[in-house]
T-cell receptor, first 118, second 111 residues
Framework: GAVVSQHPSRVICKSGTSVKIECRSL??????MFWYRQFPKKSLMLMAT?????????EQGVEKDKFLINHASLTLSTLTVTSAHPEDSSFYIC??????????????FGPGTRLTVL | GENVEQHPSTLSVQEGDSAVIKCTYS??????FPWYKQELGKRPQLIID?????GEKKDQRIAVTLNKTAKHFSLHITETQPEDSAVYFC??????????FGTGTRLQVFP
């Protein structure tokens, strides 16, 4: 089956530092990857759509200069939380969508990254 | 943009009973409707999905129904077991486009 990995699984950082989270599709190519944020006891909120070789599309209210997304290859997307603050502490989850034409609508989720900003 | 509402927010049932969770969506262009089960600190796990060209789909104890006209879809779990206890999310999307999630339902199955 399709596997998506995320690294790191958890990270603790000091306020003001930057944190990079990697999302990899291990056994399929993903033209598109999605980044979600989930606060405790809340739903998954889409932050941005990451497109290979082009700029990410951010959802309303998500600061593109704070949450930098790079999708340099068909198997890797990165999310960098710049100048992190305690309110950025959350569970960040990526998902990957197979290359169009595979007749598969399912998105495959990474295991998530727990970010704690002190 | 798409908006997905989900009810109830919590649901408690006795083991062996059925559980039903309902969702409505706003964008008539949405054509893919997955349901996820999420345990604490884990990734969402796809349990069943349905596409807009189908009205009902069943997989053992789990079934999903879709009413395109009314723009709502429901998850039905029969013969519930304690291990079914988790948070369930519905979602809607247009094919492989972004998923918009419902607010979640915390299901508790008591032995």
């Amino acid at each position: 089956g399709a596997v998506v990995s995320q690294h790191p699984s958890r990270v603790i950082c000091k306020s003001g530092t930057s944190v990079k989270i990697e999302c990899r599709s291990l056994d399929f190519q993903a033209t598109t990857m999605f980044w979600y944020r989930q606060f405790p006891k809340k739903s998954l909120m889409l932050m941005a759509t990451s497109n290979e070789g082009s700029k990410a599309t951010y959802e309303q209210g998500v600061e593109k200069d704070k949450f930098l997304i790079n999708h340099a290859s068909l198997t890797l997307s990165t999310l960098t939380v710049t100048s992190a603050h305690p309110e950025d502490s959350s569970f960040y989850i990526c998902s990957a969508s197979p290359v169009p034409g595979t007749n598969n609508d399912e998105q495959f989720f990474g295991p998530g990254t727990r970010l704690t900003v002190l | 943009g798409e908006n997905v509402e989900q009810h109830p927010s919590t649901l408690s049932v006795q083991e062996g009973d059925s559980a039903v969770i309902k969702c409505t969506y706003s964008d008539s262009a949405s054509n893919y409707f997955p349901w996820y089960k999420q345990e604490l600190g884990k990734r969402p796990q796809l349990i069943i999905d349905i596409r807009s060209n189908v009205g009902e789909k069943k997989d053992q104890r789990i079934a999903v129904t879709l009413n395109k006209t009314a723009k709502h879809f429901s998850l039905h779990i029969t013969e519930t077991q304690p291990e079914d206890s988790a948070v369930y999310f519905c979602a809607a999307s247009i094919r492989t486009d972004k998923l918009i999630f419902g607010t979640g339902t915390r299901l508790q199955v008591f032995p």
